[in-house]
């Protein structure tokens, strides 16, 4: 009898905590897609399908994307930059991972979006404050905290003037101590995705929900407008 297949939420933590060792917080991303490309790992958040928060503001929303630019942050294999880009914006989708760039290209080869490999801790330049609609899922919490602000800061930065930010994440409760959490991942506090907004980059909706699939994880839906 063949033994069950181990947990892919185990195997991602494991490969993260080896990254980690060797003082590396985002190789881990590569060395994930890398092994779901050779067929030894399953990416935990890849659903074969738009994350359903992400379709549930689309469909409240209704943006309109036909002369708009987006940028969807940690595209992985490319579902969420799909529905936007089905939408009408030019879209642009990243991943640090090149192994995950070329599986959303082969996921979707008649795409409209453009699936690059860049890093959020030190995007190109010309994407600052450049893109009418970010959308950001996961790719935070995928970070260890002390890492969070700076690629929280980041995702904030490429939004354009009237533009809109989209965030999705796990929550945590504010009282919860960082080092209680065994990640990746690393859900987010309230202040932690009130730290999106600046001056000039408002919270204009905040959700809680719990997880269709398990109620006692709650996740994050925040939009932000750029004034």
């Known amino acids: 009898m ?40 399953v990416v935990p958040w890849d659903r074969g399908a738009a994350h359903p928060l992400l379709t549930e503001w689309a469909e409240e929303s209704q943006p309109d994307g036909s002369g708009k630019s987006a940028l969807i942050v940690g595209a992985g294999t490319g579902w969420d930059a799909e529905l936007i880009a089905d939408l009408g914006y030019d879209t642009t989708a990243f991943d640090i991972s090149p192994s995950a760039v070329e599986a959303a290209r082969r996921n979707h080869p008649d795409s409209q979006a453009k699936y690059v490999t860049a890093d959020l801790l030190a995007p190109p330049a010309d994407w600052h404050r450049a893109f ?26 490429q939004v354009g003037p009237g533009g809109t930010l989209v965030v999705i994440a796990a929550a945590r409760p504010d009282d919860q101590a960082d080092d209680a959490i065994e990640g990746p991942p690393w859900p987010l506090t309230r202040a932690a995705i009130e730290s ?9 909706q905040v959700i809680q929900s719990p997880s269709p699939t398990d109620p006692t994880i709650h996740r994050w839906r925040a939009e932000y407008l750029r004034d």
Not at 10 to 24: M, T
């Open 2 to 41: 063949a033994e069950p297949a181990e947990d892919p939420d185990v195997v991602a933590r494991r490969i993260a905590s080896e990254s980690l060792g060797q003082h590396d917080p985002t190789g881990w991303f590569e060395r994930l897609y890398s092994a779901a490309s050779d067929g030894a790992a």
């Open 132 to 157: 009418d609609l970010v959308v950001e899922i996961y790719t935070v919490q995928a970070l260890p905290i002390e890492l969070q602000p700076a690629a929280i800061k980041q995702v904030g930065e």
């Open 196 to 204: 999106f907004a600046t001056p000039d980059l408002r919270l204009i």
